[in-house]
């Protein structure tokens, strides 16, 4: 999945901003509905508790919807954030970026003046796409698991990692 961006908005708010409205819709829907369908399952489970007197397995799964949710929502949200470095040279770096993607054999999927979003890895269900907007001196990275076309909270961690070694690569050659 490709996403589309408007590199302008994105740069002026340092998170990803798609160029649609309608790009993160179903993201919404779908982390939306498990949570309309665990809340569901909740209150059916506190009147069958009340009814017959349980009330043990309420409170482990009150536990889990307040742990795991809260955690989605924010991991959703802070995916987006652009990780900001700067840099001396433009070219300089977009050549160590096009030399880091033929060493790792990434896919490029989009390549201008401004943006290149790459893809890492062609693994099905999941796929991981990195974009690098350069701007007046100043490369902004983000790293974005999809799975079957919406982003994917579960690998947020693992992205954030991703980027920030990214990153120390990058500065190593570009300080070099």
Same mark, same amino acid.
């Given at each position: 999945?490709?996403?589309?961006?408007?590199?302008?908005?994105?740069?002026?708010?340092?998170?990803?901003?798609?160029?649609?409205?309608?790009?993160?819709?179903?993201?919404?829907?779908?982390?939306?509905? &498990?949570?309309? @369908?665990? +809340?569901? /399952?909740?209150?059916?489970?506190?009147?069958?508790? %009340?009814? $017959?007197? *349980?009330?043990?397995?309420?409170? &482990?799964?009150? @536990?889990? +919807?307040? /742990?795991?949710?809260?955690?989605?929502?924010?991991? %959703?949200? $802070?995916? *987006?954030?652009?990780?900001?470095?700067?840099?001396?040279?433009?070219?300089?770096?977009?050549?160590?970026?096009?030399?880091?993607?033929?060493? $790792?054999?990434?896919?490029?999927?989009?390549?201008?003046?401004?943006?290149?979003?790459?893809?890492?890895?062609?693994?099905?269900?999941?796929?991981?796409?990195?974009?690098?907007?350069?701007?007046?001196?100043?490369?902004?990275?983000?790293?974005?698991?999809?799975?079957?076309?919406?982003?994917?909270?579960?690998?947020?961690?693992?992205?954030?990692?991703?980027?920030?070694?990214?990153?120390?690569?990058?500065?190593?050659?570009?300080?070099?």
């Amino acid at each position: 999945m490709l996403l589309k961006i408007d590199v302008e908005k994105s740069i002026e708010k340092k998170k990803i901003i798609p160029s649609s409205r309608t790009s993160y819709l179903a993201d919404y829907l779908f982390y939306g509905s &498990i949570a309309l @369908i665990f +809340i569901i /399952a909740f209150v059916v489970k506190l009147f069958q508790s %009340l009814i $017959n007197q *349980t009330d043990g397995d309420i409170l &482990i799964i009150f @536990i889990i +919807i307040l /742990a795991v949710f809260p955690l989605t929502l924010i991991n %959703l949200l $802070n995916m *987006t954030k652009l990780k900001v470095l700067d840099i001396n040279d433009k070219l300089k770096t977009k050549q160590h970026i096009h030399k880091l993607i033929s060493k $790792n054999n990434w896919n490029i999927h989009k390549d201008t003046d401004e943006t290149l979003i790459i893809e890492t890895a062609l693994t099905f269900p999941r796929e991981r796409q990195v974009t690098f907007i350069i701007k007046d001196k100043v490369l902004y990275i983000n790293t974005m698991t999809f799975g079957k076309g919406i982003r994917s909270t579960l690998y947020y961690n693992s992205d954030k990692q991703f980027s920030e070694s990214i990153i120390e690569e990058l500065k190593e050659k570009i300080n070099t």
